[in-house]
């Protein structure tokens, strides 16, 4: 293989030390965002007040080019000396926790907890910090660096700010890298083939019962979780269905109307998850004729498998920079925002930038003493992609 | 001026406070130095989020505070060691000044302040608040820095959750409206003017805090309110609101010592104030009642609210920061040594 550039490892490698110099410099401005951020409710498709706040963090660093788009990410272009390439760097703002959370975050010395500092508070004040982290290091990029604020990413937003993003910029991006808090070593450049939805099964009121026997919402539901568990899934390509929360019932006592399954299907094929829906919809079919429930199954999100090879430049230079900090690589297929960076033929990786604990509990919590790794990181590989990391071979 | 007009001139929301570039640079223009005090006692859960976020804010991006401190009455935990983590100046209230020895209470580490912290304005901020922001700093500041006459800002918290027009009630806590405005009103009518005259949140400016003397315990925020409006009239103070402050919130018996502290202050007041002739001498303990085994028994908390000197006629402090003793302290109220 004979690289058309001159990239040149060594030079990023060399300015690490100044990076984590900077870091440790701007260590306050960086936890002081993830606070305020932190508190910030900012549930999917309410993320206006998040947005908002990097808004004025960018306008405050004096980037006056700042936008919001229609979909409500917020963006803004930091030029590069040339402008030969974009890089997109991009953190979604949404999070898990519903607004009625107490979002309260507690810093202690050595870490931080309170509900999602780590996914996605701290990738959302790492990009709010960025503009202040660049200034302090000695570094003139060529490129065109555009720091966005995702918003619709999780659940029912099925990416859908980042894609409006993409496929509307008017604008060349050459490459992306998705911050995320979480975890310190997370390397993903591929994609999962993906369904994601939910079984929504609902009988009549108590009064009508006897017709149906005595089946509840819960119980029609553990039919479709015990005809789910019977759905056969091969090993090569790897593939699971991921059973992620259950809603049902008020009592003791009080037969369930309703009951809420969600779910997730994770294949490295594409065709696994295709096949696994039409079982599901037999399965929802099935189940509601024996019970005499109503049991509707719900496909609202899908990804398509794919991404760049282990050996494409980026993977290199990532693990060339993780490498070079210390940094143990995780390497995992994702289903997040590296999917759409994919749809749309963008080399990208994502990173994450500290250890947690509790991960998705209203006590996530997370360890300050790895961030200024986990961040040298990210910046080491922006640098990298502006040297050249990228050019295809 | 009436209450009317000193509502409409000098009650301020935060809000219009919120271009920190401009203040820094009147500030500097009045050469003006501005310390930041939080007293603690067991605050390791929430003094590093506030630490992080004034240092971040207020010292770092926006030199506002020039001096970030907390002074502490002796915790048990890691409130200090948090505190000096990220950044902040930390201190004993045991080891400043220790000639005039060691008393407990949080007006002890508000007064200690006043000799151990250079600025020229010193802003009081609690550390159990919650949802902490710039806000509560530099929306105190504000006034100080664009009325040269406030010499006092207090904050208050008037942000309702749900409103939906027409006319809302607006006011302080249980303590304030049961006994405080109550008292106010009868004593000090002017004074009912200061929504939440309670909240632990003040910006001072130093020849006020000097010349004030300070009690300990529950009446400091009191006694400030009375000796300063003594001295200077109302024209002296103006109010913040800081919005929502989210707090602990303390039960009926806490704030029965509260109130307990705070009327022995006030009557201590009244002899000098010539409201009234001497008054006897008032008991220092607070009966409370509990049940047990179906029968009442007392509880008694012994609650003295001792008060330190105006800071001024302290020596060591006049020697510190090259002051004399203003010729209205006589004899009768020179330096007390403790």
New interface residues.
């Given amino acids: 293989m004979n690289a058309k550039n001159n990239f040149n490892f060594d030079r990023v490698k060399a300015m690490l030390p100044e990076i984590q110099k900077a870091l440790e410099e701007s260590r306050?401005?960086l936890?002081?965002?993830l606070?305020?951020i932190s508190?910030i409710p900012a549930p999917t498709f309410q993320e206006a007040a998040r947005i908002q706040y990097l808004k004025d963090r960018f306008t405050?660093y004096g980037l006056t080019n700042y936008t919001c788009d229609e979909t409500g990410n917020g963006s803004v272009v930091i030029d590069g000396a040339t402008g030969e390439r974009n890089i997109l760097i991009l953190a979604h703002v949404d999070t898990v926790h519903k607004s009625s959370v107490d979002h309260?975050?507690?810093?202690?010395?050595d870490i931080v907890f309170g509900p999602g500092v780590g996914d996605n508070s701290l990738g959302v004040a790492m990009l709010a910090t960025l503009p202040l982290i660049l200034e302090k290091i000695n570094y003139q990029f060529h490129s065109n660096l555009i720091l966005m604020g995702a918003v619709r990413s999780l659940g029912r937003g099925n990416l859908e700010g980042q894609r409006f993003f993409l496929n509307n910029v008017n604008r060349k991006i050459d490459a992306g890298i998705c911050v995320e808090g979480l975890k310190l070593g997370r390397l993903s450049y591929k994609s999962l083939g993906m369904r994601r939805g939910q079984f929504n099964v609902t009988v009549p009121q108590e009064a009508a019962w006897h017709p149906f026997g005595t089946f509840g919402a819960v119980r029609v539901m553990n039919q479709v979780i015990n005809r789910l568990n019977q759905i056969p899934l091969p090993t090569d390509p790897r593939s699971t269905i991921i059973l992620g929360s259950i809603d049902g019932g008020e009592s003791y006592n009080t037969l369930a109307t309703k009951a809420t399954l969600r779910f997730e299907v994770r294949s490295e094929s594409d065709r696994v998850p295709e096949e696994v829906e039409k079982e599901l919809r037999l399965i929802a079919e099935e189940v509601a004729s024996e019970s005499g429930a109503e049991v509707k199954m719900d496909i609202f999100a899908q990804r398509l498998s794919g991404g760049i090879h282990f050996s494409h430049p980026l993977v290199h230079a990532t693990r060339s920079v993780m490498d070079a900090l210390d940094i143990e690589p995780i390497i995992r297929p994702s289903t997040s925002e590296i999917s759409e960076f994919i749809n749309h033929g963008i080399p990208a990786v994502t990173l994450g930038i500290t250890e947690c604990d509790n991960l998705g509990q209203p006590d996530e919590t997370i360890y300050i003493e790895p961030i200024i790794r986990g961040a040298a990181q990210i910046i080491g590989v922006l640098i990298a992609i502006d040297q050249g990391a990228i050019d295809e071979y | 001026m009436n209450i009317n007009e000193w509502i409409a001139r000098n009650t301020h929301h935060h809000s219009e406070y919120w271009d920190l570039r401009k203040m820094i640079a009147a500030k500097q223009r009045q050469g003006l130095k501005i310390s930041l005090c939080i007293p603690t006692l067991n605050e390791?859960?929430?003094i590093?989020?506030e630490i992080?976020?004034f240092?971040?804010?207020l010292v770092?991006?926006y030199p506002l505070v020039d001096e970030l401190a907390v002074i502490d009455s002796g915790s048990q935990d890691?409130t200090l060691?948090?505190a000096a983590?990220?950044?902040a100046d930390t201190y004993l209230a045991s080891e400043i000044l220790p000639e005039a020895g060691e008393k407990r209470g949080k007006g002890e580490n508000l007064w200690k302040a006043i000799y151990q912290l250079n600025g020229d304005i010193i802003v009081y901020v609690d550390a159990d608040i919650?949802?902490i922001?710039p806000r509560f700093v530099y929306g105190l500041i504000g006034p100080l820095i664009y009325q040269p006459e406030v010499r006092y800002v207090k904050a208050f918290y008037d942000r309702p959750l749900a409103f939906s027009s027409g006319i809302r009630p607006s006011g302080g806590g249980r303590v304030t409206e049961i006994l405080i405005r109550p008292l106010f009103s009868l004593f000090f009518p002017e004074l009912t003017a200061l929504i939440q005259p309670l909240s632990g949140e003040y910006a001072v400016r130093r020849e006020v805090l000097e010349s004030i003397p300070f009690p300990i315990g529950y009446g400091v925020e009191t006694s400030h309110l009375i000796d300063v409006y003594q001295q200077w009239g109302l024209a002296a103070f103006a109010q913040t609101d800081l919005d929502q402050r989210?707090h602990r919130n303390q039960g009926a018996r806490s704030l029965g010592k509260m109130g307990f502290g705070i009327l022995q202050t006030f009557f201590k007041r009244l002899p000098h104030l010539g409201f009234t002739a001497a008054m006897p001498e008032m008991q220092t303990v607070l009966r409370q009642f509990q049940v047990s085994d179906n029968q009442y028994e007392q509880i008694l908390h012994d609650i003295v609210e001792d008060e330190r000197p105006p800071m001024i006629t302290l020596e060591q402090y006049r020697t510190k920061f090259g002051k004399s003793l203003p010729p209205e302290y006589n004899d009768a109220q020179t330096e007390k040594k403790s």
């Fill in positions: 306050e401005n936890l002081a965002s606070v305020i508190e405050e309260t975050v507690t810093v202690l010395p | 390791e859960k929430t590093g989020k992080v976020i240092k971040s804010e770092d991006r890691a060691d948090v983590s990220f950044g919650k949802n922001h989210v």
